[in-house]
């Protein structure tokens, strides 16, 4: 029964799914130990989650229940966001259960099946679940094909809701993209398919749309006729850990260009949706992906690139080719940068480039419009020597906030012109923390709420900019930079070429 006073249109009230159920397959994996698991008690001791809600596990290990939360509980006090409390755990802990198994063992998911229907009964489900596939991506048919069989992806069995969430990369190219979006949307139906992109559940990702179209502003000027270029940094100081064999096959075009970066491109060009519901969204996303288009000289305007042996935060680190389980011989990159168009009216000329890269030196993703300069300055030269470019920064990590970068006269009895910036830091603003892209995500799943998820057209267009590149940069060498280093020296040349340089977080 819906409370009659309430505007259900009314988004500042928290919102609490119905009662339902959760099924990762993969539960032992890292990151359900590291995100998702956090995640959940993190929404549990927010109240987010209904009372009548239950966790089950699904993974090759042989353990009972009792392994299964002991491992949840570690998981949530090691990486949890909120305080740990003792009561809001055994109430978690009390709904949790763990079904052993593999991906191909008819008999496990037979017991899944039944699991979850008697949690039905005894917990009060309602036949609603959604399936959280933290496998890797070679696992998914098989594991769709099981769900199948057993009518767990069917709606009109389950007497609920049933959905499907599934972790990037989708595919590895166009074709394996759409085999993989056909056997997901037979399977489920494509409504009821969340393709999770965790870049888009992070809180200044979602302001970016704030910030253009509940202000008047900014969205004047964010057109080719005022914005010089636009600069998309995902940048890590880390490694590749232990998926060397994930990141091998993989590479950094692949693993954050086709998705994350693609997406913050989409956020920053799209046209205001007629409304702020999911249909609407995606549909100006998608324009823009279809609109974006590859330089015709790849040489040129699209570079990879590999690390090599160096010193990051004041430590000796290997380079690539050493890595743990990495082939000596490895031509995967760990670096990418590419010059995009988008061909559109608000954006034709306007230069889109995009890089990221692994041990460069700090961990930074961000958003900066490099503003064009004005036609006509009636200063001395001498005055504005030190004036650049008026910039407007949106920072998605890790001092999540805007910068507004423009000139202002130095205090003094002469007329000297240098750049300042304007900080808006989320931290400082609002006393309540941010909650973490994973929390933010998975309460959306439970919701039904698909405004954060890309859908399958989106995957398929990311895939097409992708592709001429991979294809270009097949069998080559990529160029070497040092760990600790902004990428290879190719990558400054390719800006040089166009008279701009890269901006230093």
Not at 426 to 444: C, H, I, K, Q, V
Not at 475 to 480: C, D, I, L, S, V
Request: overall charge negative.
């Amino acid at each position: 029964m819906t409370n009659p006073l309430r505007d259900p249109r009314d988004r500042r009230l928290p919102r609490v799914p119905e009662a339902c159920a959760l099924v990762v397959f993969g539960i032992t994996g890292d990151l359900a130990r590291k995100k998702l698991l956090p995640a959940f008690y993190d929404l549990a001791n927010r109240g987010l989650l209904p009372t009548n809600f239950a966790l089950l596990g699904f993974a090759r290990r042989d353990w009972g229940d009792g392994d299964f939360i002991a491992l949840a509980e570690k998981a949530a006090r090691d990486y949890a966001r909120t305080e740990w409390r003792e009561d809001v755990w055994e109430r978690l802990a009390g709904n949790m259960r763990f079904v052993p198994g593999s991906f191909d063992d008819d008999e496990a998911f037979d017991n899944l099946t039944t699991t979850l229907n008697d949690m039905g009964d005894t917990h009060g489900i309602q036949g609603n679940a959604a399936f959280f596939l933290s496998i890797p991506p070679a696992m998914f048919p098989v594991v769709l094909q099981q769900m199948q069989r057993t009518g767990l992806a069917d709606n009109d069995r389950s007497g609920g809701w049933r959905r499907v969430v599934v972790e990037k990369p989708f595919g590895h190219d166009l074709n394996s993209a759409i085999e993989l979006n056909t056997l997901v949307d037979d399977v489920f139906g494509w409504r009821d398919v969340y393709r999770i992109d965790h870049y888009l559940g992070k809180e200044t990702v979602q302001n970016l749309l704030a910030l253009r179209f509940a202000n008047n502003l900014f969205e004047p000027i964010w057109n080719a006729h005022y914005v010089d270029s636009v600069q998309i940094t995902m940048a890590e100081d880390g490694g590749i850990g232990s998926r060397a064999a994930f990141y091998d096959e993989t590479g950094a075009a692949r693993d954050v260009l086709q998705n994350h970066l693609l997406q913050l491109l989409a956020l920053t060009a799209m046209e205001e949706p007629v409304q702020f519901i999911p249909s609407a969204i995606r549909t100006e996303k998608l324009k823009v992906l279809r609109a974006v288009t590859v330089p015709e000289d790849l040489d040129a305007y699209a570079v990879r690139g590999q690390y090599e042996q160096g010193w990051l935060a004041g430590e000796r680190v290997a380079g690539y080719q050493q890595e743990k389980d990495v082939p000596e011989d490895s031509t995967t990159e760990t670096f990418a940068a590419v010059r995009l168009g988008v061909e559109t009216r608000r954006w034709a000329g306007v230069p889109f480039y995009l890089r990221t890269g692994k041990r460069l030196p700090r961990r930074v993703t961000e958003i900066a419009l490099s503003f064009s300069k004005a036609p006509h300055l009636p200063f001395a030269k001498t005055d504005t020597e030190e004036l650049g470019h008026n910039q407007l920064v949106v920072r998605v990590q890790p001092d999540e906030g805007m910068t507004l970068k423009f000139g202002s006269k130095v205090p003094g009895s002469m007329m000297e012109v240098r750049d300042v910036s304007m900080d808006f830091l989320y931290g400082e603003t609002f006393t309540e923390a941010s909650p973490e892209a994973y929390e933010r995500l998975l309460l959306d799943v439970l919701l039904g709420d698909a405004m954060l998820f890309p859908l399958n057209e989106e995957v398929e267009a990311s895939w097409d900019v992708v592709d001429p590149l991979e294809a270009h940069w097949a069998g080559a060498e990529p160029h070497r930079y040092r760990a600790g280093e902004w990428g290879p020296d190719a990558a400054d040349q390719m800006l040089a070429r166009d008279g701009r340089v890269w901006r230093r977080p």
